[in-house]
């Protein structure tokens, strides 16, 4: 018979749990079927499912949002995966300094994301900032970096590949070191070369962590928030505004608690599936 004590030593995680995560996902759902509008002096009323057929009818701003955060995670991760693994396996060979190397790369993700957009958007002024001046030092026209659409989601997407490709790159780093060697040196003795290895051994060794990883980083990417308030504040237009951005908005500046605790379920409802699906392939390879 087991102790009752073990559950007074889970008490206080169980009560941070329900306090800080199951409490506010209750009450929000509770406010996605309300109408409950700040600037208005009255108490919540019931709507029903309103907001949720406003949201897939009458929203195109939503959908907008949306999709621009959709393209922003598949081509940010996709970038950093890249990167991140051709960072991996050049240090892991041993490369000299790699060291010295690996404490370079890993400086962005010490800078806080907010920290990080304001910085950025200081280097990416149009007139002052240090990299057009590079730019126009190497005799390349000055980029108008907050005026044109696509520059500033590029923009946007560069700020990330450079903070979180070193996530990415200890990650793979680890996992390719952790690797059995007995494999990798009887394709070398077969005359495989360095490319082979990489294409036929060390990357399907590495999917387990490849898939974990694209999850991890695609569930961060989709929550798209700090880059855009502190970099382009959802413009030029409405070109880089996000999801997340956008239902702030909905919620913070025009206080319809209602639509957006309706807006943030859908999106909560997107990133499981993404997730499940994410998942389900990574139990197939395993």
């Not at 991140?84 to 300094?97: C, D, F, N, P, Q």
């Amino acid at each position: 018979m087991t102790s009752p004590i073990k559950w007074l030593f889970l008490l206080p995680a169980i009560i941070y749990l329900v306090a800080l995560t199951m409490f506010p996902l209750a009450w929000s759902l509770s406010l996605a079927f309300m109408d409950w509008k700040l600037t208005k002096a009255s108490d919540p009323q019931f709507v029903g499912l309103d907001n949720f057929i406003r949201l897939f009818t009458k929203d195109a701003r939503f959908w907008s949002a949306l999709s621009f955060t959709a393209f922003y995670v598949t081509v940010a991760a996709a970038i950093e995966l890249t990167l991140g693994l051709i960072l991996a396996v050049i240090l892991a060979s041993g490369i000299k300094g790699g060291r010295i190397l690996r404490v370079i790369y890993i400086i962005p993700l010490a800078v806080p994301p907010i920290g990080a957009a304001f910085m950025w958007r200081m280097m990416l002024q149009e007139d002052v900032g240090i990299v057009n001046a590079i730019l126009t030092f190497f005799g390349i026209e000055r980029i108008r970096w907050f005026t044109d659409p696509w520059t500033a989601r590029i923009g946007l997407i560069m700020i990330d590949v450079w903070q979180w490709t070193p996530f990415i790159f200890l990650a793979l780093l680890a996992a390719i070191r952790a690797l059995p060697v007995e494999p990798l040196e009887a394709a070398k003795v077969d005359g495989a070369s360095e490319f082979k290895v990489l294409q036929k051994i060390i990357i399907p060794l590495l999917k387990p962590v490849i898939v974990t990883l694209v999850l991890i980083r695609c569930i961060d990417a989709f929550k798209l928030f700090d880059l855009v308030y502190g970099v382009t504040g959802g413009g030029p237009g409405l070109s880089t505004e996000s999801a997340s951005f956008y239902i702030y908005l909905v919620g913070r500046s025009y206080f319809d608690l209602g639509y957006a605790s309706a807006a943030s379920y859908i999106m909560l409802i997107i990133m499981m599936a993404l997730s499940i699906t994410l998942l389900w392939r990574l139990r197939r390879t395993w």
